[in-house]
């Protein structure tokens, strides 16, 4: 499956931004979805991840109470809503497929996702 984002960019501090992620050629309902991000000389980190149903999701506690992960199976898209967004969050985001035969499983370990994005570029600014 191939995994394009979009949505990036450049915000102040405060602000909002929605990530997009469209899969074409797989089984789009039957990945559990996840958003990573990896800033400048850090290691990538999972965000947010969903399941083939659409929950349960996990965020990771820097994220949490601001992010909401969410998905439409019908247009095979994965959406990140970021708001309050900090300079801390700089960083580029990919969206990655994770194949399962269960309706809510899911996962942080990168290794365990099959596709993945290109990525897409935010920048906060304080």
């Known amino acids: 499956v191939q995994l394009v984002e979009s949505g990036g960019g450049l915000v102040q501090a405060g602000e909002s931004l929605r990530l997009s992620c469209v899969a074409s050629?797989?089984?789009?309902?039957?990945?559990?979805m996840a958003w990573f991000r990896q800033a400048p000389g850090k290691e990538r980190e999972a965000v947010a991840t969903?399941?083939?149903?659409?929950?349960?999701?996990f965020y990771g506690d820097s994220v949490t109470g601001r992010f909401i992960i969410w998905r439409d199976n019908a247009k095979n898209t994965v959406y990140l809503d970021m708001y309050n967004l900090e300079p801390e969050d700089t960083a580029v985001y990919y969206c990655?497929?994770?194949?399962?035969?269960?309706?809510?499983?899911?996962?942080?370990?990168?290794?365990?996702?099959?596709?993945w994005g290109l990525g897409t570029q935010v920048t906060v600014t304080s």
């Open positions: 050629g797989g089984t789009f309902s039957r990945a559990s």
């Open positions: 969903i399941t083939i149903s659409g929950s349960p999701t």
């Open positions: 990655a497929a994770l194949y399962s035969e269960t309706y809510y499983y899911t996962s942080t370990a990168e290794e365990e996702y099959s596709s």
